[in-house]
């Protein structure tokens, strides 16, 4: 490809490797990992085919302050998004980008986003000198032959440029995470659909397939062709009647959309599986429902936190093939997160490469440690995960974490009250990205981060997907809110499992049965509508946590107005109304 010389002159690479996808290959580039200490193979026979990875200590987490998107002009990035001007923005990164690879091999990376030959699928070529990056592609993404071919046959692709942005000259030796933290871009061109990263390694960052493409550039080409990227989770659900529903959720980084994914129902006899636990790529068949699709091939998923009781499918997912970034390791060669266990192993080495012991402060794992394992060794994952058609959506349920506003769970009275919903939400950031945890901030649809264009506009779109087919059609919208805490502090409501209530009460407000009260923020569930059955909890609890608090919602009103201000004209006037009605409401 022309394209991949042309690149090769700039970046300078000792060699040019173009990846099959094989099982030889991923095996070769993980003995070459281990080479150079990036990787240290997992005990065989407790975690076969496994690997951990320490990173740089500053190359942990997505970097937002250093994510661009370079439109044409500031307004098409919004107010949300870092903006540079792309030809400005170009001939900065070219500068680091010229001999960045030197001393280096620079893999070329042909991958598909969604199932091979899916009409809905989109492919991208990622040229990076991280073989780490390569083998966790080969995990999340679809890498073969098969790529290779539809892009001989002129399939058109996302060009995806990424260096580490550490050349290694005669004298330099090579260290075990590459990185460049003061010179860092995570850069975004929506116009003409590419992507150029340098000076990370890690997550979001580098594997350009994930948040980059399936979500920055593929909402600039959602808006354009009429469908949505989303920060979703899809999962499946089946009622004890036999029926199945599917439903997608956005919740924010850190915020619970792989724990809800993998949920094990304590309800008896209903039923959840697996198709996805970040990403969903919607449009609508030709039955007028809105069909999702999951683009991604594995999970990258948050390790601590992750235990037998919250999540056993993870765990199970877990058994080999995978590989752990800045997890603690044990004596014995395999891995450790908080809460895996109810106490920590003898002789951890914590994610720095020092060994831990309780005394040592921090937590031996990363609070965003994750996990790179294949989505079909799910136990949970559903059979017609990868359907190229995708599935039709029930509805569709936003949430975050926010301590005191919010209830448990609400429907939302119509497509566009439900939109108003996404736009709206809030929630505490996490250890997902850099930078303060636990601050309160607006992150609508949970795709905040991750939209490749003005968020106003973004809210626009949705109110016009609204309008394209029959209402009666559309996946009914829901808010839910699991992280709701008492005074004391407690979370109120128990969570994972146990959410498989709200769930139950969601599909049975979709099938007309649920028993439900208006209330300003919508319907929520009527006193003895949701299952509690076996579940002991306190009867002052589930009131606040189904509780409208006038007060709260006051203060709440006056930031979601200065929030709707910021995008000035691109806000919807039909989101405004909204916020006059639930303002009447609440006064009412
Ligand atoms: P990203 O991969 O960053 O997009 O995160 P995610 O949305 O997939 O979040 P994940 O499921 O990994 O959950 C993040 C953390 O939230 C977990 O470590 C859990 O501790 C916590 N969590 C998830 N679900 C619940 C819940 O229902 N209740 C409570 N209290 N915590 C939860
Ligand atoms: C997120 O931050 O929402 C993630 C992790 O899913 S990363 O892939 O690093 O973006
Ligand atoms: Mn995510």
């Known amino acids: 490809m022309r394209w991949v010389q042309a690149w090769r002159a700039v970046l300078a690479p000792d060699d040019v490797h173009l990846c099959s996808g094989s099982d030889s290959e991923y095996e070769h580039l993980c003995r070459r990992l ?277 999540n056993y499918n993870a765990l199970a997912s877990l058994g080999g093939n995978c590989i752990f970034t800045n997890v603690a390791l044990t004596e014995d060669g395999d891995v450790w997160w908080q809460d895996l266990t109810d106490s920590p192993p003898p002789n951890l080495t914590s994610w720095d490469g020092e060994p831990w012991t309780p005394e040592s402060g921090d937590p031996p794992a990363h609070p965003n440690a994750r996990f790179t394992a294949p989505a079909a060794q799910c136990p949970s994952i559903a059979p017609e995960w990868e359907d190229p058609q995708g599935v039709p959506l029930s509805a569709i349920i936003f949430g975050g974490r926010r301590g005191s506003v919010g209830p448990l769970v609400t429907a939302a009275r119509s497509w566009a009250h439900g939109v108003f919903m996404g736009s709206i939400l809030s929630s505490e950031t996490t250890a997902a990205a850099t930078g303060k945890v636990g601050q309160v901030r607006f992150d609508p649809f949970a795709i905040r981060p991750f939209c490749g264009y003005n968020l106003g506009d973004y809210m626009g779109h949705w109110l016009e997907m609204g309008e394209r087919t029959d209402q009666g059609l559309l996946p009914r919208i829901f808010w839910v809110n699991w992280f709701r805490r008492g005074d004391d502090g407690r979370f109120l409501w128990p969570g994972f499992s146990e959410n498989s209530r709200v769930l139950r009460w969601i599909v049975e407000t979709v099938e007309g049965t649920a028993k439900s009260v208006e209330t300003p923020l919508g319907f929520l569930p009527a006193p003895g509508s949701l299952d509690l059955s076996g579940l002991p909890i306190p009867a002052a609890d589930l009131e606040e946590l189904l509780r409208v608090n006038t007060s709260v919602w006051g203060e709440e009103l006056k930031l979601i107005r200065n929030h709707y201000e910021s995008f000035e004209d691109r806000l919807p006037k039909r989101l405004w109304e909204e916020v006059d009605r639930l303002e009447a409401l609440l006064q009412g």
């Open 34 to 310: 281990e080479a150079s200490g990036t990787f240290r193979r997992l005990n065989r026979e407790l975690r076969p085919n496994s690997f951990a990875a320490l990173s740089h200590p500053a190359d942990v987490a997505r970097v937002e302050n250093r994510t661009f998107i370079a439109s044409r002009s500031q307004h098409e990035a919004g107010p949300t998004n870092n903006w540079r001007d792309p030809t400005e923005l170009r001939s900065e990164m070219l500068e680091h980008f010229r001999g960045a690879m030197r001393g280096r091999c620079m893999y070329v990376v042909p991958f598909c986003m969604g199932p091979i030959g899916s009409p809905f699928s989109q492919i991208g070529v990622q040229l990076t000198d991280s073989p780490y990056v390569v083998v966790n592609s080969r995990i999340m993404t679809r890498i073969g032959d098969n790529v290779i071919s539809e892009l001989e046959g002129g399939h058109s692709f996302v060009p995806c440029i990424h260096s580490v942005g550490a050349p290694l000259t005669a004298s330099s030796e090579d260290v075990p995470w590459p990185c460049n933290p003061e010179n860092r871009y995570i850069a975004h061109f929506p116009e003409t659909r590419e992507i150029w990263a340098f000076g990370s390694g890690y997550g979001g960052n580098a594997l350009l397939g994930k948040k980059c493409l399936a979500l920055r550039i593929a909402s600039a080409i959602a808006r354009d062709e009429g469908w949505m990227a989303e920060h979703m989770l899809i999962l499946g659900v089946t009622s004890p009647a036999g029926r199945k529903h599917y439903v997608a959720a956005a919740f924010p980084s850190g915020c619970g959309k792989t724990n809800m994914a993998m949920m094990i129902p304590t309800l008896r006899d209903w039923k959840v599986e697996t198709l996805g636990d970040d990403i969903a790529w919607l449009r609508f068949g030709e039955d007028g429902r809105l069909w999702a699709i999951n683009p991604e091939n594995g999970f990258f998923g948050i390790a601590p936190g992750t235990s037998p009781k919250t």
